[in-house]
């Protein structure tokens, strides 16, 4: 059964108590049961601050099933050229997913690895943020 992976970078689970005023005040769990309760896929959920551990992740992906990722890649979103190229070698679509605008932010959090080989790029919404790339990744695959 095609499934969808929520995959989410360093720090994230922190969420909720984590500089609520950049980030919100919801936990990476309460957002991972909204996405759940709104789903039509079944979803996968991981989250790691270890940039290898999210490669292993990728890398198993087509051989899981998982035919659409949302990534929040925190801040490997600046600095990691091995998940790029992960993302790149697996050939599975994905969003990325940020929850503050990061365009809005430090100079060097302007600077995105993934943003130009993603579907899409969703940044600044907070937790909708997942919500909007769930919809969207839903209606990508009802037209596979």
Same mark, same amino acid.
């Given at each position: 059964m095609t499934k969808i992976l929520i995959l989410n970078g360093p720090n994230l689970n922190l969420l909720g108590s984590r500089e609520p005023d950049t980030y919100g005040s919801s936990t990476l769990g309460e957002i991972n049961t909204q996405l759940q309760a709104l789903a039509t896929h079944p979803l996968v959920f991981f989250q790691s601050n270890a940039e290898h551990e999210?490669?292993?992740?990728?890398?198993?992906?087509? =051989?899981?099933?998982?035919?659409?990722?949302?990534?929040?890649?925190?801040?490997?979103? +600046? =600095?990691?050229?091995?998940?790029?190229?992960?993302?790149?070698?697996?050939?599975?679509?994905?969003?990325?997913? +940020?929850?503050?605008?990061?365009?809005?932010?430090?100079?060097?959090? +302007?600077?995105?690895?993934?943003?130009?080989?993603?579907?899409?790029?969703?940044t600044g919404f907070g937790p909708l943020g997942y919500q909007l790339a769930l919809k969207a990744a839903e209606h990508y695959l009802a037209r596979e």
């Open positions: 999210l490669l292993e992740k990728i890398q198993q992906a087509p =051989s899981q099933d998982i035919k659409f990722i949302i990534f929040n890649p925190a801040a490997f979103t +600046h =600095s990691s050229i091995a998940l790029r190229d992960a993302l790149l070698a697996i050939q599975i679509p994905f969003i990325e997913v +940020h929850l503050s605008n990061i365009y809005a932010r430090e100079i060097f959090r +302007h600077q995105s690895y993934f943003s130009d080989i993603a579907y899409g790029t969703l």
